[in-house]
Every structure is written in C-alpha cells, then in structure tokens.
C-alpha cells in the first residue's frame, strides 16, 4: 500500500473551509493517513504555501505548520490540534508567522494552493529544538522512504 493522506474537511484539490482559515476559527483541520511503510520509523508534516504572496508572481512559499517524529501508531491528527493535543513524542517546528502550531491560510491575494505533505522517515530525528522547514528539511535528507500531498485551496 502507498503512503496516502486526506482530510475530512477538504478533498484533494478542493477548497478549504473557512473554519480552518484566518477568516474562521483558524484551527488545523483534521488530516488521517494509511500505508505507512513497515520500515518506517516517524513521520513528518509540513503544510505550505508556494504562492506567496501573489499566484500571478510567486515569490515564496509560506509555511503553515511543522511537525516532525510523529509516531508511527498515529494515523491521523484531529481538528484545531494543539501543543497540548498532539500525539506524545510529537515535535514542533516553527512557521512563518515565528511561532509553532498550525497558521491557517490567509492570502493576500488570488487562490492559493495548501500542500499538506507527509513524509515517512527510517529514523527518529534528534530534538531541532523548533526547527524551521529547511532546517527540517536538512535533517529529513537522505532519510524519506515514502511520502504523499494532498492540496487545499483558499481564496479570501
């Protein structure tokens, strides 16, 4: 089986609910996941945004949240996660907005695309001590044995 993530709020290449946006409630929404690889040993999510600022003339991608060694017997995280609500051993990285936890989408202009990636890693990554995405990132190479997308899109 192919590693696979979804969400309930949203279908792949659907738009995303306002609750899970600045114009709602802003809380992440719920995302589940199958075929984690047997050789797998913790996953990672990063949701982002490569059309910052403006889809017409991207200049950045905009990252959402970051979350690394996500332990194995997890198969998904619930709606409007927290610090305090994610699964034990669960370690967060930093955003764009410099703090850690879930920023919804909020674009300033035009549709954009939100990449909720999950990757399964052969190891456990030491502690990054909130690590930024490229940090992450740098710390994940050479280490991906699987991973899968699903995009959401929001226009204010």
Avoid at 91 to 114: F, Q, V
Wanted: charged residues 15%; proline residues 10%.
């Amino acid at each position: 089986m192919t590693l696979h993530i979804t969400s309930s709020a949203f279908n792949h290449g659907e738009p995303i609910p306002t609750r899970y946006t600045c114009q709602g409630d802003d809380v992440s929404p719920p995302l589940s996941w199958e075929g984690v690889p047997n050789a797998a040993r913790s996953l990672v999510l990063i949701v982002d945004d490569p059309d910052a600022p403006d889809p017409m003339a991207p200049k950045m991608t905009w990252v959402h949240w970051v979350l690394y060694n996500i332990p194995l017997g997890t198969t998904g995280l619930s709606e409007h996660m927290t610090s305090a609500t994610l699964p034990p051993g669960t370690k967060e990285g930093l955003n764009d907005w410099k703090r850690s936890g879930y920023g919804g989408a909020c674009p300033p202009i035009g549709r954009h695309r939100y990449f909720h990636k999950l990757y399964a890693l052969d190891t456990v990554l030491a502690d990054l001590h909130t690590p930024t995405k490229a940090t992450l990132e740098a710390a994940m190479r050479g280490h991906v044995i699987a991973q899968a997308e699903m995009v959401g899109t929001f226009q204010k």
